[in-house]
């Protein structure tokens, strides 16, 4: 009998892999705009609605934990190829958070020392403190992509990293962080246009390097690599969104709608005085004139 | 001959303090908008416009020197009462930039490791890295302030923390990093009102502590230590502007101001490409159909 194929499911924040998905990401089609049947000026207007409310939460979130060690953290992970956006999404969605509440890494190539170090050692020093919003752009999953992709690991180290990375991601949940990952989905047309404004625009050389071209020749390989990645650690705690982002609107209120689940997941309430309020008012009125 | 007393000069950007400044903190009014003949409506107006200016020149030092491990930063430090607006200007003002660009540390009550350590010890490890706007949210100032008014520490140690704090500052000026020194200023009266707000509203109880009301017994010796701190340590290359905060929205003006003129005086330009453009628009033509 058929194994029956597990596809995605479609929602107002992309396309959601369940545990066991089975599908390819290429199936998923970069432009679309699932869940949302607005134009983007609609979008727009449902980003900035919205900030508030994320706002609100986020606030809720940090005070539920003021002064505690314990208690419930949200993590988004970022992937996607270069210019997919993750850059807006910090700027537009992370960014319009109040900056207190939020710690952003972005995880570069590493450095010698992390090098000496397994794969999670400085991913580890990242994850969320208590009542924070923590934000990884790359992540963990640059060391089963781009090193499958170039052969800097074997298939079976791969699988070792998929485990761990699992392992990794159960710990962090079972001590309540909300882990959400995105995968920013473009095509490669896009992409060829993306990078052609940024050497249009004298502004925009610096975020333009020669070996950007190079990649471009791996789309395959790196399409087959997130498929791989996205099938072994959509897990029931950690899943995956692929996030349709040929589309900056969307996949900005896409982000935005998975932050505002994760928020309401966690439910977070203000704490209640541990003084006597009417006491504390009586104190200080005596210090006023 | 009597000493010439060196005031403070009023700019948009609240009261600057010039080296040799030997006036008080007292003197200088707290409900004041130096610079600015505007009302409220003006002020919130003039914030937002500003917005994009900010956010411009914050790319071009971000961009000044991407991936390179040397050139100019911005250090904006941030000091004043409980309840003086500290949380705000991180939101309102800091909020605004691009979350990749800025680097916000808070800095708490000394953990016992660092406490093992010089005072500043945890703040070196903060320093801006370049391309980057540091914000302190309370500083190594705490240290000459709330450990005078407490008798933590006896005068000597009050004036060897001056002078290494100087010497620092001096470090990281002659390293490419514009220190701004922001002491946001409020009456004892504003103070108290907005305690009372925090007491009044359950959804901000958890910001307040019983211990607020008995620090308010020491206000004269805060504004003493405040006086002191900021003739020891405004200097030519680091100096003090105390920014009146009675009205929030004329603080956060001035200090967007602040970060604008740090900004200015840098100047940073646009990289430009190490790649020959050209060549780069073939290959990449190539890649696309």
Redesign the interface.
């Known amino acids: 009998m058929a194994k029956k194929r597990k596809h995605a499911e479609k929602t107002p924040t992309g396309f959601r892999l369940g545990p066991g998905w089975t599908g390819e990401v290429t199936e998923l089609d970069p432009g679309a705009t699932p869940g949302f049947s607005g134009k983007k000026a609609d979008g727009k207007k449902l980003l900035a609605t919205r900030d508030s409310t994320l706002d609100d939460l986020q606030e809720r979130l940090y ?1 539920a934990h ?1 002064e505690q060690d314990d208690g419930r953290s949200v993590l988004l992970i970022v992937q996607g190829m270069d210019t997919s956006g993750k ?1 807006g999404i ?2 537009h969605v ?2 319009d958070v ?3 509440g ?1 710690d ?1 890494t ?1 995880f570069k190539d590493p450095t010698r020392a992390e090098k000496r170090h397994d794969f999670l050692w400085r991913i580890r020093k990242h994850a969320p403190e208590p009542g924070m919003i923590g934000v990884f ?1 790359r992540s963990q999953y640059e060391d089963v992509l781009i090193h499958r992709v170039h052969g800097w690991a074997d298939a079976a180290e791969i699988r070792r990293r998929y485990t761990a990375i699992n392992a990794f991601e159960k710990e962090l949940t079972d001590a309540g962080t909300v882990i959400v990952k995105v995968m920013l989905h473009i095509s ?2 896009e992409q ?2 993306r ?2 404004e940024r ?2 625009r ?2 925009k ?6 070996g950007d ?1 190079d990649e ?2 791996h789309w395959d390989a790196y399409m087959d690599a997130y498929t791989r990645a996205l099938r072994a650690t959509s897990t029931e705690n950690a899943p995956w969104t692929v996030v349709p982002a040929d589309r900056k609107w969307y996949a900005r209120i896409a982000v935005q709608q998975l932050l505002l689940d994760a928020l309401r997941g966690i439910d977070p309430q ?4 541990d ?1 006597d ?1 009417d006491e ?2 009586a ?2 009125r005596e ?3």
Do not use: Y
């Open positions: 005070a003021h850059g910090m700027r992370v960014g109040d900056p207190q939020v952003i972005a752009d490669a047309q060829g246009e990078l052609m050497l249009e004298p502004d050389h610096w975020k333009f390097s020669p071209v471009r020749a203000w704490p209640t005085a003084f309020v504390q008012i104190r200080l210090t006023m004139d």
